[in-house]
């Protein structure tokens, strides 16, 4: 049997609404036994103990962190998901002390639907912008990472502008 996009919606607005009120047993049922996790720039991992061991992660860092949904939209197997997600820094995030400062980052999420249960996500986050936020990370080091990505860019401009110089001074 086949969900409809509007069931796994319902699904997932129920997965979200659990987890932003702590019912952990909630979400867990809601998973299939062997649930995938891909986060961006992490290993894969498998099961429903690795997602309880991810959320022990954020909540004991960020106790009062909600996600709020933004855009969701589904298929029969997929749900995609643009959700905001805010929250305190209050306790140890992997390895790093609180510093009490608040945060607000965008993540894209697409979770597989199988069998009226959520068997795999992929999640990519603005981890940069969360974790400078918090302060883990310098202010600046956001923006020199950007502007960073555009030394291709500008080398290359500058290489075409000298070229069309020279050629125009032959």
Same mark, same amino acid.
């Given at each position: ?12 607005? %129920?997965?979200? %609404?659990? *987890?932003? #009120? ?13 649930? =995938?996790?891909?986060?961006? @720039? ?9 997602? #309880?061991?991810?959320? @022990? ?8 962190? =909600? ?32 510093? @009490? ?12 639907? #199988?069998?009226?249960?959520?068997? %795999? ?6 981890? *940069? ?10 202010? @600046? ?30």
């Amino acid at each position: 049997m086949s969900a409809t996009p509007a069931h796994n919606i319902d699904l997932m607005k %129920a997965a979200f %609404a659990a *987890l932003n #009120r702590r019912d952990i047993a909630a979400c867990i049922a809601m998973l299939t036994p062997d649930f =995938q996790i891909h986060v961006a @720039g992490a290993p894969p991992r498998t099961g429903q103990a690795a997602w #309880r061991s991810n959320t @022990g992660i954020m909540f004991t860092a960020f106790p009062d962190a =909600q996600v709020h949904v933004e855009d969701m939209f589904a298929t029969e197997d997929k749900v995609a998901v643009r959700a905001r997600i805010t929250g305190t820094h209050t306790g140890n995030f992997l390895g790093q002390p609180a510093t @009490g400062n608040a945060i607000a980052y965008d993540s894209i999420e697409i979770y597989q639907i #199988r069998d009226g249960r959520i068997a %795999a996500e992929w999640i990519c986050s603005d981890t *940069l912008t969360m974790m400078t936020q918090a302060g883990i990370h310098k202010k @600046g080091a956001l923006l020199a990472l950007w502007l960073g990505s555009f030394k291709v860019w500008i080398a290359a401009a500058l290489g075409i502008a000298v070229g069309a110089l020279v050629f125009a001074w032959l």
